[in-house]
T-cell receptor
Framework: GQQVMQIPQYQHVQEGEDFTTYCNSSTTLSNIQWYKQRPGGHPVFLIQ?????EVKKQKRLTFQFGEAKKNSSLHITATQTTDVGTYFC???????????FGQGTTLQVKP | DADVTQTPRNRITKTGKRIMLECSQT?????MYWYRQDPGLGLRLIYY???????NKGEISDGYSVSRQAQAKFSLSLESAIPNQTALYFCATSDNSPEQFFGPGTRLTVL
């Protein structure tokens, strides 16, 4: 199937530093979603992007969808310990709603 | 979310045993999904269903079967469990909107 590749797999940062995770596809995406999974928890929907070049912000989180709709990024400004977890991108099939996930980026934040 | 529940939450079983994981939802959603999560691989879709008469295979359906007993209930069965089915299993639901709602997960260990 059409996979989405996500990097890095792990990221350790000092509290207050910024963090970015990247999601890439070899084919054009109709949309990209982002989920957050806290340690021991389940994935929770953050956002969906659908437009070329789209940028959306949620407090300290900034989500971007590339102009060619083949890549996306999630940037966290001034990380906090509450940001710890694994962040997944996923593409959604419009007809079925099924999700194809990236491998995830696990963020650790040192206080 | 408490709206999507999974039982059991943890299960240890032996190779060759039959096991059933259950998922129930009170969100009134038509669409239900089963995913498995393995470290470094993200979440992969096993089966999905649009209603009680509709069952579809996902990326990795071999060795699994499902039953949609009612709109609110979607069960995943391992007919003869094997050790490489050791994983974290998530049920999810959605309607026609982008967001999927995940249950708390079932951690399955096959010895």
């Amino acid at each position: 199937g059409q996979q989405v590749m996500q990097i890095p797999q792990y990221q350790h940062v000092q509290e207050g530093e910024d963090f970015t995770t990247y999601c890439n596809s070899s084919t054009t995406l109709s949309n990209i979603q982002w989920y957050k999974q806290r340690p021991g928890g389940h994935p929770v929907f953050l956002i969906q992007l659908v437009k070329s070049g789209e940028v959306k912000k949620q407090k300290r989180l900034t989500f971007q969808f590339g102009e060619a709709k083949k890549n996306s990024s999630l940037h966290i400004t001034a990380t906090q310990t509450t940001d710890v977890g694994t962040y997944f991108c996923a593409r959604r099939s419009g007809n079925t709603g099924k999700l194809i996930f990236g491998q995830g980026t696990t963020l650790q934040v040192k206080p | 979310d408490a709206d999507v529940t999974q039982t059991p939450r943890n299960r240890i079983t032996k190779t060759g045993k039959r096991i059933m994981l259950e998922c129930s939802q009170t969100k009134g959603h038509d669409r239900m999904y089963w995913y498995r999560q393995d470290p470094g691989l993200g979440l992969r879709l096993i089966y999905y269903s649009f209603d009680v008469k509709d069952i579809n295979k996902g990326e990795i359906s071999d060795g699994y079967s499902v039953s949609r007993q009612a709109q609110a209930k979607f069960s995943l069965s391992l007919e003869s469990a094997i050790p490489n089915q050791t994983a974290l299993y998530f049920c999810a639901t959605s309607d026609n909107s982008p967001e999927q709602f995940f249950g708390p997960g079932t951690r399955l260990t096959v010895l």
